[in-house]
């Protein structure tokens, strides 16, 4: 099994609906992310979490909302999808101890497609 | 606004040779600096991390750090059909919050 599994791998859905894209981990990290990526634009930050109780916003969090369910799951959620918000979707975990940098640990990607 | 920038490319070299990947960074606070691969219509994956000054070596790969003129780079040895993908430069975020700009990345076509 895959370290960082995301769910679903494709999504198509209508503007307007309320959708959910889920994360789990079993690496044991703290720290879980959520990208998205856009051609030209790279991955933006959505959402980040260091612990259950530790929710922060990133640079793109309108339109956004996030539960950290437990160590390993991180869900996101569009409210009421548009269709701007098509994108491929990455949650990403790293080590996270004291004051110290880790590199990030990918899920393979959830596409999204809001027609 | 902090920035990561990258040429987009195709940066383009024959199988064997050497390919340099560059990446320069606006914040000279950023402490740590990252390589990714993606290959196309997957997720990236971390090759390198670089923390101080100078090179460091991994296998085929190579990543050099510059803080005063504030650029790092890649360079890939024998390069192979099999390095063919986008190459993501990632900083910290001088903020102190854990986080990492990313730059949009260099995609790389090894032509064998």
């Known amino acids: 099994d895959a370290d960082v599994t995301q769910t679903p791998r494709n999504r198509i859905t209508k503007t307007g609906k309320r959708i959910m894209l889920e994360c789990s981990q079993t690496?044991?990290?703290?720290?879980m992310y959520w990208y998205r990526q856009d051609p030209g634009l790279g991955l933006r930050l959505i959402y980040y979490?260091?612990?259950?109780?530790?929710?922060n916003k990133g640079e793109i969090s309108d339109g956004y909302s996030v539960s950290r369910q437990a160590q390993a799951k991180f869900s996101l959620s569009l409210e009421s999808a548009i269709p701007n918000q098509t994108a491929l979707y990455f949650c990403?975990?790293?080590?996270?101890?004291?004051?110290?940098?880790?590199?990030?640990?990918f899920g393979s990607g959830t596409r999204l497609t809001v027609v | 606004q902090k920035e990561v920038e990258q040429n987009s490319g195709p940066l383009s070299v024959p199988e064997g040779a050497i390919a340099s990947l560059n990446c320069t960074y606006s914040?000279?606070?950023?402490?740590?600096f990252f390589w990714y691969r993606q290959y196309s219509g997957k997720s990236p994956e971390l090759i390198m991390f670089?923390?101080?000054?100078g090179d460091k070596e991994d296998g085929r790969f190579t990543a050099q750090l510059n803080k005063a003129s504030q650029y790092v780079s890649l360079l890939i040895r024998d390069s192979q059909p099999s390095d063919s993908a986008t190459y993501l430069c990632a900083v910290t975020d001088p903020s102190g919050t854990y986080k990492y700009i990313f730059g949009t990345g260099t995609r790389l076509k090894v032509l064998a």
């Open positions: 670089i923390y101080s000054n």
């Open positions: 914040d000279r606070g950023s402490q740590s």
């Open positions: 690496k044991g990290h703290d720290r």
């Open positions: 979490s260091f612990d259950v109780k530790d929710i």
């Open positions: 990403a975990t790293s080590e996270g101890r004291g004051y110290e940098y880790y590199g990030y640990t």
